[in-house]
Structures are given as structure tokens and as C-alpha cells.
């Protein structure tokens, strides 16, 4: 009798009764877009990202968490942290998430952009526009920042020369 071979991922895929297809090219997109924690890159932008590209593929939304959990792992460079894992221990895609978002963006991170918002300056020869477009992207590096709209708009308009 033939025995299927074992699965060595930590990602168990949900099972399904329909058979979803993965066509080539949408392994091809997410692969050309992998997160390779750079300096520059960011967990949350990846995920941001990943979720875009995910979404032009027509799928359909029932469907979503079998093909998140079928193509993360063509996001990522490095996926030894992964691997090792406990085998097929990531059951939901909110657990492969917070996997992500615990190993690339730790409490280090956090406290430290959260800190940058806290402390956010216009600098001397920055117009307006351009400070609120770099206040917004040091908000989304750090979605879980906890800041009140209130206290968002209080950090930013303190933070503005006096001139502008």
C-alpha cells in the first residue's frame, strides 16, 4: 500500500474539500516581492504587501486563509526560524501572523517606533505636506503603536516647527 510522504512544515494547510489552484505565476508574484529583513524592510509593509498582491489573485474571500497560508512561505528568504518550528503546529493563518510579526518586528522594534512617533520633530527645511506623509508612514511601521487619533494629531501638530 503507497503511504503519502510526511509533511516537514510547521504550517499544517487546512483542510479543504475544494482543491484551490495555485497557478505558477501567482508563486512567481510573491516570490519577486520576499521579505528579506533588510534594515529598510519591515514586517507589517511585507504583510501589507503580501495581503495586495494576495488580493489581485480572485480568490475568493472564504478561501483566503488556505491561500495565505499556502503562499507565505514563497514571501520569505530565510525561512530556517520557520522550519523550525514545531511540525504542522500553525494550524490558523492569524498564528503564522503573529509568528511573522513576533520574530521581524520583537518588542525591541516596537518600543523603539513607538518612541520615534513619541518624539516626532518637523525638521528645519521640511515642508508641511512632506512632514505629515513621513508622520503617517512612522504610524503604519508601527500599527499596533496604541496611540489615540486625539493623541496622534497632539504628537503631530507638537511636533511641527513654529513658523509652519
Not at 60 to 67: C, F
Not at 73 to 100: A, H, R, Y
Request: aromatic fraction near 14%; glycine fraction near 4%.
Amino acid at each position: 500500500m503507497y503511504q503519502r510522504p510526511m509533511i516537514f512544515s510547521s504550517i499544517a494547510m487546512p483542510n479543504t474539500v475544494k482543491t484551490l489552484e495555485m497557478k505558477p505565476a501567482f508563486h512567481t508574484l510573491i516570490s519577486t516581492h520576499q521579505f528579506t529583513t533588510l534594515d529598510h524592510e519591515d514586517a507589517y509593509s511585507h504583510l501589507s504587501k503580501f495581503y495586495e498582491l494576495v488580493g489581485t489573485m480572485g480568490f475568493h474571500y472564504d478561501d483566503m486563509e488556505n491561500v495565505y497560508m499556502s503562499l507565505i512561505p514563497f514571501s520569505l528568504t530565510g525561512k530556517e526560524w520557520l522550519n523550525s518550528l514545531p511540525n504542522q503546529s500553525l494550524t490558523i493563518w492569524k498564528d503564522v501572523e503573529e509568528k511573522i510579526l513576533q520574530r521581524f518586528f520583537p518588542i525591541s522594534l516596537y518600543i523603539k517606533a513607538k518612541s520615534k512617533i513619541s518624539i516626532f520633530r518637523q525638521w528645519l527645511e521640511e515642508a508641511y505636506c512632506e512632514t505629515w506623509e513621513i508622520f503617517k508612514m512612522m504610524l503604519r511601521k508601527c500599527l499596533n503603536h496604541g496611540f489615540k487619533y486625539i493623541a496622534q494629531l497632539s504628537i503631530f501638530l507638537n511636533g511641527l516647527r513654529s513658523d509652519t
